[in-house]
């Protein structure tokens, strides 16, 4: 089972939302696709609620719900979900720090702004440190600005994997959330669709990329 966390230590950044269209997106791949909302405000938790399909699968974890997150992605994996999305609050290194110890992998998602990016440093640092593969993805990009190419340039000095995909902050993205869906829902052929899409895919590469370098080293090892 994949455990796939969105952390940011800084509010604002898209995690929900990244979190939720991920989601669809892995569903609509053949995944069996559960999203764990562990962020207080209960945003994923209330976007289910609006939602028609049954899946993905939205249950809650402490703070969002009582259960502990551990038990949560226990509960997950006893009924074969093979991927698991964790929704996160910001600002709140105790929790960061437990979501990426259950990781396979996280994605620290950032806006282009410079106070944005410099608040993603002590999230860099604690993937870092607790040694999960991770990536940075450049989202609530700015149509028509030159920001973008610039924030992307700095993100690479950050020692991670930067998703080459940008993803804008385009209408469509809240317009798909009033009734519970994603934007590939909404407007499949719509440019919303296509980066999240592709984000998507490229990230997927890198966790099949980490998992075969994993797999490597244990034979190498035993």
């Not at 002590?122 to 870092?128: F, H």
């Not at 973008?148 to 690479?156: F, H, T």
């Not at 798909?176 to 999240?196: N, Q, S, W």
Request: hydrophobic share 45%; net charge neutral.
């Amino acid at each position: 089972m994949l455990v796939v966390a969105l952390l940011a230590q800084k509010g604002g950044t898209g995690k929900t939302t990244l979190t939720l269209h991920f989601a669809v997106e892995a569903l609509r791949h053949g995944a069996r696709v559960a999203v764990v909302d562990a962020d207080i405000q209960q945003s994923a938790a209330k976007w289910a609620l609006r939602r028609e399909a049954a899946e993905p699968m939205v249950v809650k974890a402490q703070p969002a719900g009582d259960t502990p997150l551990p038990q949560v992605l226990q509960l997950c994996r006893d009924d074969a979900r093979t991927h698991v999305f964790v929704d996160t609050m910001p600002r709140v290194e105790a929790q960061a720090l437990e979501v990426a110890k259950l990781s396979s992998f996280a994605i620290l998602p950032t806006a282009p702004s410079p106070v944005d990016i410099e608040a993603l440093e002590p999230t860099v640092a604690l993937v870092s440190r607790v040694g999960v593969p991770a990536c940075i993805l450049l989202n609530n990009c700015r149509p028509g600005s030159g920001i973008n190419d610039q924030a992307m340039r700095v993100l690479e000095g950050y020692g991670l994997p930067v998703c080459p995909v940008q993803v804008f902050r385009r209408a469509a993205m809240a317009d798909a959330f009033t009734d519970g869906r994603a934007v590939v829902e909404l407007e499949p052929e719509g440019k919303a669709a296509f980066e999240v899409a592709r984000a998507w895919k490229w990230i997927t590469q890198q966790m099949q990329a980490n998992a075969t370098t994993s797999k490597r080293h244990n034979v190498a090892a035993s």
